[in-house]
Each structure stands twice: as structure tokens, then as C-alpha cells.
């Protein structure tokens, strides 16, 4: 028995079961685009991005002393930022958010160091740091 004229013919025993065939790979290439890809990868970088700020805020929270604390708010936090970031920019995709992007990117690069390195030198100063965690003391001597 022939399919009439105009109809798909009848589904195969591979079809039923799901097998894949290579119309059915054409058609879901077909239907992947380079902006689909992209809030894909958005998506996977505001997760990531958002779980390392996450575990920034529990280390300031859960860690013992002024430097380990100064570790956790600034290392996974920036990371997590600038994950948050390339997300943002990969779901908004316009030249001027884009700039508005990397400005602010560039500046939590250049500030998280500086406030790590003064946040460091107040707890040294100040005495709020368990000395015996130290593996060396520079400036133990002035």
C-alpha cells in the first residue's frame, strides 16, 4: 500500500521507539541559533556566577578571622561578578550595554584589590588577626 499523494508516510518502527534519524538531527540543527546558543551560555554564566557569590557571602559570614574573611569577599566574589556580568551581556547583546558591561567590570577588577589590600593592613594593624595562621610576617620587624 502506497501513501497517497500529499501525506508523510506511515511512522517506521525506529520512529516510534525514538531512534534518531537524520532528518530529525537536520531539523533540531536547523533549530539552534547562534542567539540561542548565547542565552544558553548567558544562562549557565548567571547561574555559576550567581553560586560563587553565594559561597563569597557564606565564607565572609562562616570564616573565623579578618584575612580569610578579606579572601572570601574578594577572590570567588569578583569571579562571581564577572560571571553575573558576561551573562548580562550575553542575554542583552547592545553595543551600548555592552560598554556600560566592561566599565563596570573593569572597575570591580581595579577596586576589589585595593579594598582586599587596605581591609588586610586595618586587620594587621589593629591586631584583629590570629598571628599563628601567618606562615610569615614581613612585617614583624617594623
Same mark, same amino acid.
Given at each position: 500500500?502506497?501513501?497517497? =499523494? &500529499?501525506?508523510?508516510?506511515?511512522?517506521?518502527?525506529?520512529?516510534? %521507539?525514538? =531512534? *534518531?534519524?537524520?532528518?530529525?538531527?537536520?531539523?533540531? #540543527? /536547523? +533549530? *539552534? @541559533?547562534?542567539?540561542?546558543?548565547?542565552?544558553? #551560555?548567558? $544562562?549557565?554564566? !548567571?547561574?555559576? &556566577? +550567581?553560586?560563587?557569590?553565594? $559561597?563569597?557571602?557564606?565564607?565572609?559570614?562562616?570564616?573565623?578571622? +579578618?584575612?580569610?574573611?578579606?579572601?572570601?569577599? @574578594?577572590?570567588?566574589?569578583?569571579?562571581? *561578578? %564577572?560571571?553575573? !556580568? #558576561? /551573562? *548580562?551581556? !550575553?542575554?542583552?547583546?547592545?553595543?551600548?550595554?555592552? /560598554?556600560?558591561? =566592561?566599565?563596570? &567590570?573593569? #572597575?570591580?577588577?581595579?577596586?576589589?584589590?585595593?579594598?582586599?589590600?587596605?581591609?588586610?593592613?586595618? =586587620?594587621?594593624?589593629? /591586631?584583629?588577626?590570629?598571628?599563628?595562621?601567618?606562615?610569615?610576617?614581613? %612585617?614583624?620587624?617594623?
Amino acid at each position: 500500500m502506497t501513501p497517497a =499523494a &500529499g501525506l508523510p508516510p506511515p511512522p517506521t518502527a525506529a520512529d516510534r %521507539l525514538g =531512534a *534518531v534519524t537524520p532528518g530529525a538531527v537536520a531539523d533540531w #540543527l /536547523g +533549530a *539552534v @541559533t547562534p542567539g540561542a546558543v548565547a542565552d544558553w #551560555l548567558g $544562562a549557565v554564566s !548567571l547561574v555559576a &556566577g +550567581a553560586l560563587l557569590s553565594l $559561597a563569597a557571602a557564606i565564607g565572609v559570614l562562616r570564616f573565623p578571622d +579578618a584575612l580569610t574573611r578579606m579572601h572570601a569577599a @574578594t577572590k570567588p566574589q569578583v569571579l562571581g *561578578v %564577572l560571571l553575573l !556580568l #558576561l /551573562g *548580562v551581556a !550575553l542575554r542583552l547583546r547592545s553595543p551600548a550595554d555592552l /560598554g556600560m558591561i =566592561a566599565l563596570v &567590570g573593569v #572597575l570591580q577588577l581595579a577596586t576589589a584589590p585595593v579594598a582586599a589590600q587596605m581591609i588586610g593592613r586595618a =586587620a594587621y594593624r589593629s /591586631g584583629r588577626l590570629d598571628r599563628k595562621l601567618l606562615d610569615a610576617d614581613e %612585617l614583624a620587624e617594623h
